[in-house]
T-cell receptor
Framework: GDSVTQMEGPVTLSEEAFLTINCTYT??????LFWYVQYPGEGLQLLLK?????DKGSNKGFEATYRKETTSFHLEKGSVQVSDSAVYFC?????????FGAGTILRVKS | GAVVSQHPSWVICKSGTSVKIECRSL??????MFWYRQFPKQSLMLMAT?????????EQGVEKDKFLINHASLTLSTLTVTSAHPEDSSFYIC??????????????FGPGTRLTVL
């Protein structure tokens, strides 16, 4: 079945460091891919998405490129801030459902 | 745009009572709403998918008689946890998918409801 694998956390970085959170997927067909972010005590917010191969989603300095050849959708940000501390979920949508990865906790220290 | 609200944001109840959680899409119509459960430090588990005007589709292992879902309109779905027990304590999250337009493949999430059963 369809599945999403994310790198295990927590990921701890200093402010202004470069961030990469790896995400790979297994799916039949061509799913849409998403990154959601969950700040402490809040619900999930859509961070960015890509609907087809080679699309790049971007938002708030974060970006991810839909790589069909490597079935990946890695999340990157050039310079993280303390306010980026949250849980990040990679997900795919194929048909009616969203399939989530396990989530990666990001902690940014000042 | 694309705001989803949930009410209440948290609830504490006694074992054996029933609790209703509302999920509303505030600025768009949602033909499909989803209910998830999130355990501490874990990912979201899809419980059921509800379509406006029809019965919900439950995921394997989810008791439909315990978790009653009603999707009465294009902007409102409710989840009722019947005869709640401490093991039902969790964070319940709903999401909604737009009925039309470019966002149809995107789910917009509510802020979640923290249920604690004593």
């Amino acid at each position: 079945g369809d599945s999403v694998t994310q790198m295990e956390g927590p990921v701890t970085l200093s402010e202004e460091a470069f961030l990469t959170i790896n995400c790979t997927y297994t799916a039949t067909g061509y799913p849409s891919l998403f990154w959601y972010v969950q700040y402490p005590g809040e619900g999930l917010q859509l961070l960015l998405k890509a609907t087809k191969a080679d699309d790049k989603g971007s938002n708030k300095g974060f970006e991810a490129t839909y790589r069909k050849e490597t079935t990946s959708f890695h999340l990157e940000k050039g310079s993280v801030q303390v306010s980026d501390s949250a849980v990040y979920f990679c997900a795919l949508s194929y048909g009616n459902k969203l399939v989530f990865g396990a989530g990666t906790i990001l902690r940014v220290k000042s | 745009g694309a705001v989803v609200s949930q009410h209440p944001s948290w609830v504490i109840c006694k074992s054996g009572t029933s609790v209703k959680i509302e999920c509303r899409s505030l600025d768009f119509q949602a033909t499909t709403m989803f209910w998830y459960r999130q355990f501490p430090k874990q990912s979201l588990m899809l419980m059921a998918t509800s379509n406006e005007g029809s019965k919900a589709t439950y995921e394997q292992g989810v008791e439909k008689d315990k978790f009653l879902i009603n999707h009465a309109s294009l902007t409102l779905s409710t989840l009722t946890v019947t005869s709640a027990h401490p093991e039902d304590s969790s964070f319940y999250i709903c999401s909604a998918r737009a009925a039309a337009g470019g966002g149809r493949d995107t789910q917009y999430f509510g802020p979640g409801t923290r249920l604690t059963v004593l």
